[in-house]
Nanobody, 127 residues
Framework: QVQFVASGGGLVQSGGSLRLSCVGSGVTLGDYAVAWFRQAPGKEREGVSCSSASDGSTDSADSVKGRFTIFRDNAKRTVYLQMNNLKPEDTAIYYC????????????????????WGQGTQVTVSS
């Protein structure tokens, strides 16, 4: 059974940092494209960052470039999202997801392309 468990969210002041983790089980995470998405109240789910298994390349939304970094530890079956210099507009529920049909991340990632999802973790940034 494939399962992802996300953690690391919380309440942080503007300018602060958080590291989100997503642990996969039942799947070799290092073989597939993985992504972080987020959804703010009243807004559509959007891709934040993605990581390709094929060449290790990553891509991110313009709104988070230079602040967020996606990286993996395949031995731990974990994908991370390091978030620095957080802003109130980053407030959302963050989800990790894997595309088990693809090794390469295609930007922008669309939710329907991703098969397996973590449960989401709330990030709240106060001003």
């Amino acid at each position: 059974q494939v399962q992802f468990v996300a953690s690391g969210g919380g309440l942080v002041q503007s300018g602060g940092s958080l590291r989100l983790s997503c642990v996969g089980s039942g799947v070799t995470l290092g073989d597939y494209a993985v992504a972080w998405f987020r959804q703010a109240p009243g807004k559509e789910r959007e891709g934040v960052s993605c990581s390709s298994a094929s060449d290790g390349s990553t891509d991110s939304a313009d709104s988070v470039k230079g602040r967020f970094t996606i990286f993996r530890d395949n031995a731990k079956r974990t994908v991370y999202l390091q978030m620095n210099n957080l802003k109130p507009e980053d407030t959302a529920i963050y989800y990790c997801a894997a595309n088990l049909m693809r090794r390469r991340c295609v930007w922008p990632p669309t939710a329907y392309e991703y098969d397996y999802w973590g449960q989401g973790t709330q990030v709240t940034v106060s001003s």
